[in-house]
């Protein structure tokens, strides 16, 4: 994974995290979400599908597949979400979910490329053969 979308990845995540983490908790967001018309599940289920879209896309990623899964269910969760009690419930899985999303982002090895360097003294230089 490149450092950019490592970030990137970081960044929602951690919005997420705290999205998912204020909407589970009983009766204070179902208020919140209920007074703004189910308006913020409209808003998680466009971030996952930005999160999804950057982790599908992202070909250097060696975990994609797991990031993606994560994502895919957060976008599923959140249309189900609008049923109070098991909105709550979803909403708490959610949240441990980005807690295993955020920790998979951050124990992802950097992809470098090419690592391999110019060396101009050395710059006429074929492989040898060997007899």
């Known amino acids: 994974m490149k450092s950019p979308i490592r970030i990137i990845l970081l960044i929602l995540g951690f919005i997420m995290l705290l999205s998912e983490g204020f909407m589970g908790l009983p009766f204070l967001g179902g208020t ?7 308006a913020p599940l409209g808003s998680n289920i466009t971030m996952y599908f930005v999160m999804f879209l950057i982790t599908i896309l992202d070909r250097s990623n060696e975990s994609r597949s797991s990031l993606s899964t994560i994502a895919a ?10 049923i109070p009690f098991v909105g ?16 998979i982002v951050l124990n992802t090895r950097e992809y470098r490329g090419n690592t391999t360097h110019y060396d101009r003294h050395r710059a006429g230089e074929t492989v040898r053969e060997y007899k």
């Open 32 to 38: 919140y979400i209920l007074s703004l018309g189910w």
């Open 73 to 82: 269910v957060g976008i599923f969760a959140n249309m189900i979400a609008f």
């Open 88 to 103: 709550m419930f979803l909403h708490w899985l959610m949240f441990f979910l980005m807690l295993v999303y955020i920790g």
